[in-house]
């Protein structure tokens, strides 16, 4: 399988420019270039070399593209080196993550119900070509130009434990990553099933709508969450919006500790959503004021701090010659 539209994958180097580094994750560096014979940004994924074992399912990439919400895979990119990756649509707004950091809380109650039920159908779609996600969260989660969810990273299941284990942040366990894993999964002998999958999106749930990290600060997360801990749903169920403790009540159903008891969910993400659709438009737009204000915001800052910088520069050797002139 190569990349659609591209010559043969090894000759692809040669189709990309303007190579940038955007962001690095426990598999790789990510990378925006331009496509010289297509004309738009893509996102390169370059991973590891101790992750060069991982196979891609290739066959499956042209097959997952018939769903929107799932990352639009073009190919796969071999380096000069022998570097391997994927070549995928470039996200400009970054991740679920990005929009919580920059909103610093959770985002517009519909966007918020929009991204959950972008997100269940995403998964829904992969379930049914017999994918099972195992790392959903905020940051696999990515967003297109109008906010709309592009489901990133499904498929790395198959990395070995030893790459996974790399990770940065060391939040990473056998498979996925330890806040979004279910209990049944930290057993050594766990085969991955929807379940997992269905556990995780209750996670994302309550991160997505608190726009919070769940059990920040723990040290001990293994253990609570085999315990039955859960993220606190007391100021969820405080807020006034139409559909929350019908959402709390998913979140709570999916994150059982029998994974036999996890329910399906697209139902009530839809029905959820289509409470709060005719608000969408005017949800979307504020975010995007609010971040193109952020961004003009940054630039004034920035401009400023650049000419402070400049009349500084100008003036310490104008001061200095006046300090010696008037000593003299
Ligand atoms: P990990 O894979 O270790 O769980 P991660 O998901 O953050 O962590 P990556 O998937 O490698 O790691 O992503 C690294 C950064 O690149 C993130 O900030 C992510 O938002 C960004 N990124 C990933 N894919 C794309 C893409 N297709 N378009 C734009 N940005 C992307």
Redo the contacts with the bound molecule.
């Keep these: 399988q190569t990349c659609g539209g591209c010559p043969s994958p090894n000759g692809l180097i040669e189709h990309l420019g303007d190579m940038l580094e955007?962001?690095?994750?426990?598999?790789?560096r990510?990378y925006k270039a331009r496509h010289k014979d297509w004309g738009f940004d893509v996102?390169v994924?370059i991973l590891k070399e101790d992750a060069s074992h991982y196979t891609f399912k290739e066959g499956s990439f042209m097959d997952l593209a018939s769903c929107e919400f799932v990352?639009r895979v073009h190919g796969v990119y071999k380096g000069p080196l022998g570097e391997r990756g994927l070549v995928?649509?470039?996200?400009s707004r970054?991740?679920i993550e990005?929009l919580q950091t920059k909103l610093s809380g959770p985002p517009p109650w519909p966007l918020a119900f929009q991204l959950a039920h972008q997100t269940a159908l995403a998964m829904n779609f992969l379930h049914h070509k017999n994918i099972v996600h195992l790392?959903l969260k905020p940051?696999?989660i990515?967003l297109n130009d109008e906010l709309n969810v592009r489901l990133?990273?499904f498929g790395l299941s198959t990395v070995s434990k030893s790459v996974v284990s790399d990770?940065r942040n060391s939040h990473t366990g056998p498979q996925g990553?330890l806040q979004y894993m279910p209990p049944e999964a930290f057993d050594l002998s766990y085969n991955p099933v929807r379940a997992f999958d269905i556990y995780s999106f209750s996670i994302l749930l309550w991160s997505i709508f608190s726009g919070k990290e769940p059990y920040p600060g723990y040290s001990i997360v293994k253990a609570r969450i085999t315990e039955g801990d859960r993220p606190d749903c007391k100021d969820l169920l405080s807020l006034n919006v139409d559909g929350i403790r019908a959402l709390v009540d998913l979140m709570k159903r999916c994150w059982e500790g029998d994974p036999d008891k996890r329910p399906y969910i697209l139902k009530t993400t839809e029905e959820l959503f289509s409470r709060h659709s005719d608000n969408i438009r005017r949800a979307v737009d504020e975010v995007l004021i609010n971040w193109i204000d952020q961004i003009r915001r940054n630039h004034i800052i920035l401009s400023h701090r650049m000419s402070t910088v400049v009349i500084t520069a100008l003036l310490t050797p104008l001061h200095k010659c006046c300090t010696i002139f008037i000593s003299i």
Excluded: E, H, Q
């Design positions: 955007v962001g690095s994750g426990g598999f790789g990510v996102a994924k990352l995928t649509d470039y996200m970054g991740s990005s790392d940051n696999n990515l990133a990273d990770n990553t």
